[in-house]
């Protein structure tokens, strides 16, 4: 997605600083674009998760402890 920054008004250090920081976005951006994307469902079967105690709350308990 391109956007358009309105530099108008604006300092020459200041326009440097907001280049930098387009830069810096671009290449965070750029090395997740090179990170594997993990499938939750595939990593949840293959590494489970153990719990110890099975209770499940009733929604009445959930909305007691949000209070």
Request: hydrophobic letters at 35%; glycine letters at 2%; charged letters at 30%.
């Given at each position: 997605?391109?956007?358009?920054?309105?530099v108008e008004?604006?300092?020459?250090?200041?326009?440097?600083?907001?280049?930098?920081?387009?830069?810096?976005?671009?290449?965070?951006?750029?090395?997740?674009?090179?990170?594997?994307?993990?499938?939750?469902?595939?990593?949840?079967?293959?590494?489970?998760?153990?719990?110890?105690?099975?209770?499940?709350?009733?929604?009445?308990d959930i909305?007691?402890?949000?209070?």
């Open positions: 997605m391109i956007q358009n920054i309105n008004g604006l300092k020459p250090e200041q326009i440097k600083e907001i280049q930098a920081m387009v830069e810096a976005f671009k290449a965070k951006n750029q090395t997740n674009k090179n990170e594997p994307e993990i499938d939750m469902i595939e990593y949840l079967l293959e590494n489970p998760i153990h719990v110890d105690n099975l209770e499940f709350m009733k929604r009445e909305y007691d402890i949000n209070q």
